[in-house]
């Protein structure tokens, strides 16, 4: 059982910035695959990025290629997802999973953390 929790969140302006945090507890951290995932209102939970167990590799949605740096700190049991440009489509409640495998689909990920919420206004 991995145990997630996300901070950071808040109401930013156009072409501001926010770094959201994912704290992990339980089973050992660093043998997980790492993702943030985001979910408007009205739509579906969508991919936004992801992260291998070591740090190695990262993979993003081409919607914020460019903007966003997805890292983690195993020594702290933590992952990171530093958001730069924003924009009023980055709206919604952003999510951060844990998976045994790369995954980049939501049915892909094992725990999930309970939310947090970024606004970005025009």
């Known amino acids: 059982q991995v145990q997630l929790v996300e901070s950071g969140g808040g109401l930013v302006q156009t072409g501001g910035s926010l770094r959201l945090s994912c704290a992990a507890s339980g089973r050992t951290f660093s043998a997980y695959v790492m993702g943030w995932f985001r979910q408007a209102p009205g739509k579906e939970r969508e991919f936004v990025a992801t992260i291998t167990q070591s740090g190695a590799s990262t993979n993003y949605a081409d919607s914020v290629k460019g903007r966003f740096s997805i890292s983690r700190d195993n020594a702290k049991n933590t992952m990171y997802l530093q958001m730069n440009s924003l924009k009023p489509e980055d709206t919604a409640v952003y999510y951060c999973?844990?998976?045994?495998?790369?995954?980049?689909?939501?049915?892909?990920?094992?725990?999930w953390g309970q939310g947090t919420q970024v606004t970005v206004s025009s």
């Open positions: 999973a844990a998976a045994r495998l790369f995954a980049v689909r939501p049915s892909g990920y094992d725990y």
